[in-house]
């Protein structure tokens, strides 16, 4: 020991004393009050290491001396514990308040990677089983939550978490305990703790498991936010699976099975199989959900369509485009009843081989102009004869626009504009192809394009692309047109 560490051992053990004497008198009252401040000291020490995130460190105290050992995950970390410790019971130092000093002897500090987001999940099976994968910030809270989901399923967990720099400030493995507590009571599902986001999903067959892990989740207190999505028993699927369409679950009758059939067959462009069976249920007119719903999902590339009845009603997941969902959000807001709609759908985006030689980095407006200009001579928004309501057969069209939308620089502006032929009054027609034009902005925005950076103008018959003396110049001048600007916000 060095002279400095002999003088600071002896420096504690005096201050310990000199508090003691001054608090109490009598011998065995120094001793009871001594030892009450040393378990003080060393629980504030504690309590301070975990707080900070450093559970990895092991704290021994010799009076008011700290000594930290552990393995470090890095300088950053050995740091911030030192510190920790020292400023638990005070601003630290002999002068300053409780612990005096703190001595390291650390291991030799590991490189670990950083990793944004903080990802952890705990996935359970319909076994029972628990697999861990994901990210942990040392190898005490890792083995501490192996442990935990060993015990709550009876079985050893499949720990496959990788140790990384990055998690949150806060309890973080409080959290992901949490998390695995209420995933105990469903029948299959994850938690899934994104750094403050903590995600649970998963199938509760039993109503009161579902009700109580929902809440659970719901209340989490800050600065965790918790996110329930639990599902109930299924009454009838439609899941996408390698190429086919498959359908299952119950019926009401045979007609209504082969209908739901039909409509798959419709839709989809590949094969279909029917798993349904016929049987009564005290659940009336689902089937409306399945007629307004089926024909869009058939067109996912891929997920599952279910009907919960004690869940979330008609929930839709997977992926597709951008107008396929937008088409389905509409058509079921139709949908009549008490069932609920739930849509988690992935947004795809759709090829572009029109501007596949198109150089975006060059000259950000002239390629962004030239890409709604090669997109839209080689497709059109079409509307519904007189009015200014998108055909659904626009959808591919919208699904380009899209994509070019999101292509384009973002300090840029875009002007819709709608043209028509000269049929008909000239008034009514700037008129029509102004709401024409809002239309496609409506459009644009309600899938979440910036209503600020878009401009509608209605230009009626006065910018003829070409002669409108023939049907097919008059076709052509009824469209819509897209003007890349400069955005000033």
């Not at 992926?319 to 947004?347: H, N, P």
Request: net charge negative; proline share 3%.
């Amino acid at each position: 020991m060095s002279a400095y560490d002999t003088m600071i051992a002896g420096l504690s053990g005096a201050g310990l004393a000199l508090l003691g004497i001054i608090t109490v008198h009598g011998t065995s009252e120094y001793h009871l009050n001594a030892e009450q401040m040393y378990g003080a000291l060393q629980g504030s020490a504690e309590t301070a290491l975990e707080e900070a995130g450093q559970s990895w460190a092991t704290l021994e105290l010799n009076g008011q001396r700290a000594i930290l050992s552990g393995a470090p995950p890095s300088v950053e970390a050995a740091e911030a514990a030192r510190v920790a410790v020292l400023e638990s019971s005070g601003k630290g130092g002999i002068l300053q308040g409780g612990i005096w000093s703190v001595e390291t002897q650390f291991d030799e500090i590991r490189s670990m990677p950083t990793v944004s987001p903080y990802i952890w999940r705990a996935i359970k099976s319909p076994d029972g089983a628990m697999i861990l994968v994901g990210s942990a910030p040392d190898a005490e809270a890792k083995d501490a939550l192996a442990a935990y989901a060993a015990n709550l399923s009876g079985q050893a967990a499949d720990d496959r978490v990788q140790l990384a720099l990055g998690v949150p400030e806060g309890d973080w493995a409080a959290t992901a305990r949490f998390g695995m507590d209420q995933l105990a009571l469903l029948d299959s599902g994850e938690a899934r703790l994104t750094d403050y986001e903590l995600r649970l999903s998963g199938i509760a067959m039993q109503d009161t498991a579902r009700i109580q892990a929902t809440a659970s989740v719901a209340n989490l207190s800050d600065p965790w936010r918790g996110v329930p999505d639990i599902d109930g028993p299924s009454l009838w699927k439609a899941e996408h699976v390698d190429g086919t369409l498959v359908l299952s679950g119950s019926c009401e009758t045979l007609e209504e099975r082969a209908e739901i059939a039909e409509i798959a067959a419709t839709y989809f462009d590949g094969p279909v199989v029917d798993q349904m069976t016929v049987s009564s249920s005290e659940y009336e007119q689902w089937i409306q959900g399945v007629r307004l719903g089926l024909p869009h999902f058939s067109q996912f590339e891929s997920g599952e369509m279910e009907f919960q009845p004690e869940g979330q009603g008609f929930k839709f997941e997977g992926e597709a485009t951008s107008s396929t969902l937008q088409f389905l959000r509409e058509d079921m807001a139709e949908l009549e009843g008490d069932y609920a709609v739930a849509i988690a759908a992935e947004t795809v985006t759709i090829a572009l081989d029109e501007i596949s030689e198109v150089e975006l980095s060059e000259d950000p407006l002239e390629a962004c102009q030239t890409s709604f200009d090669l997109i839209m001579d080689a497709n059109a928004v079409v509307f519904n004869r007189g009015s200014a309501e998108i055909s659904r057969e626009s959808g591919v069209t919208l699904d380009k626009i899209m994509a070019v939308s999101a292509f384009c620089a973002d300090t840029l502006q875009f002007e819709v504009g709608g043209h028509t032929d000269n049929s008909g009054d000239r008034t009514a027609n700037v008129t029509l192809s102004e709401a024409r034009a809002q239309a496609v902005a409506n459009y644009m925005a309600a899938t979440g394009f910036d209503t600020a950076r878009l401009i509608v103008q209605g230009y009626g018959p006065d910018q003829p692309k070409l002669d409108n003396a023939t049907p097919e110049g008059r076709a052509a001048n009824r469209r819509i047109e897209f003007k890349v600007q400069e955005w000033n916000e």
